[in-house]
């Protein structure tokens, strides 16, 4: 049934620039093809590909870690966590629009990139402010803890959003396991560098490794979670595979991918963001409607799985849980 296919990755080319910087400029070239400026994304990735139940679909949404582990899935889905009257968006969607710099900065190709990346063995370093450094495997990832699916809303700063369900488990669970020193007030991650393996990080303008923290008590909140799958199934690559965080009341870079080192720290740590522009992207980096970022309004948000566009949430719709955390500042 494939018709026409138009290869992707050529309608749009890499930026150096910001994400937003990314988003923008597609959001031109996209116009220019006549596209509609909401169809950036979806047309560009998914619009063209016809094949989604087949092989392609298949390949794409693959867990990075083949057959290991598949006992653990899917897992039950906590009902606590919902998403309100939004629709889930389709895997076919957000599988092949991916912010993971690593491998590319063009969403539309980071997932044929990241295939066959190799994420077992995997070792993640724990150290700083803990009663004693270790290191965690992936039967320490993926065995130690019960796993539950939740529904998440997920906001990233350049104004695209979706609805995905993801498996893992608290993130306060791992830090109690960690047991942090009382002197201990933020976390900090670290992803993998591996400049052979991943082009983005040819690309030296960035300060490769990517890191990102939270402070303590955001990253002990109940809706922050350690992510091993997405979709009932372990995560492929692009996702961020084997582990990452998703902090969902704050913009999608503070969901840090591919996680190989947890530090714990008294200072507030730098972020890879923070660092490149301060003056664009905070460390808190909530999601707030009110607060434009320095080159655009955040009042909407563009769903990628729908084309709708609607007001986007204080704390992406999750005031009520995560408000007292700011005291109305920081936001
Ligand atoms: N290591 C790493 N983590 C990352 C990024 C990245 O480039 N590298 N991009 C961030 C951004 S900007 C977003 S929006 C989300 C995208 O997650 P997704 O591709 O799984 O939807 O991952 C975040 N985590
Ligand atoms: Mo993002």
């Not at 290991?68 to 897992?75: G, K, L, N, Q, V």
């Not at 066959?116 to 320490?140: A, K």
């Not at 402070?215 to 350690?226: I, K, N």
């Amino acid at each position: 049934m494939a018709a026409i296919q138009i290869p992707k990755r050529w309608l749009l080319p890499n930026s150096q620039g910001t994400p937003e910087g990314v988003f923008l400029n597609r959001r031109q070239v996209l116009r220019s093809l006549g596209y509609s400026s909401l169809g950036l994304v979806l047309g560009a990735n998914t619009g063209c590909d016809l094949d989604l139940g087949g092989f392609r679909h298949r390949r794409r949404t693959a867990g990075a870690l083949g057959r290991r582990f598949r006992d653990r899935f899917p897992a039950r889905r906590n009902l606590d966590f919902g998403i309100g009257d939004r629709s889930l968006t389709p895997e076919e969607v957000s599988s092949s629009t991916n912010n993971f710099y690593e491998f590319s900065t063009n969403k539309g190709a980071v997932w044929e990139l990241a295939q066959g990346y190799p994420v077992d063995p995997w070792v993640v370093e724990v150290g700083g402010l803990v009663h004693q450094p270790r290191t965690l495997n992936l039967e320490d990832l993926f065995r130690r803890f019960p796993l539950e699916e939740r529904l998440y809303r997920f906001r990233c700063v350049e104004r695209w959003a979706m609805q995905v369900p993801w498996t893992g488990f608290p993130l306060a669970r791992l830090i109690d396991e960690l047991k942090p020193l009382a002197s201990a007030r933020y976390v900090r991650f670290v992803s993998v560098h591996d400049p052979d393996r991943m082009p983005g990080q040819g690309n030296t303008y960035y300060p490769w490794p990517y890191y990102e923290a939270l402070r303590l008590d955001e990253a002990r909140h109940d809706l922050a979670f350690v992510v091993l799958g997405v979709y009932g199934h372990a995560l492929p690559m692009q996702h961020g595979a084997p582990w990452r965080v998703i902090c969902p009341w704050k913009y999608g870079y503070k969901s840090p991918k591919s996680i190989v080192r947890i530090e714990f720290t008294e200072h507030q740590p730098p972020t890879f963001w923070n660092d490149l522009q301060p003056s664009e992207y905070g460390f808190f980096s909530n999601v707030n409607p009110d607060k434009p970022h320095p080159r655009w309004s955040q009042a909407r948000e563009e769903d990628i799985g729908t084309l709708e566009k609607r007001p986007t949430l204080l704390y992406n719709g999750y005031a009520e849980q995560v408000g007292h955390l700011y005291g109305g500042q920081e936001v």
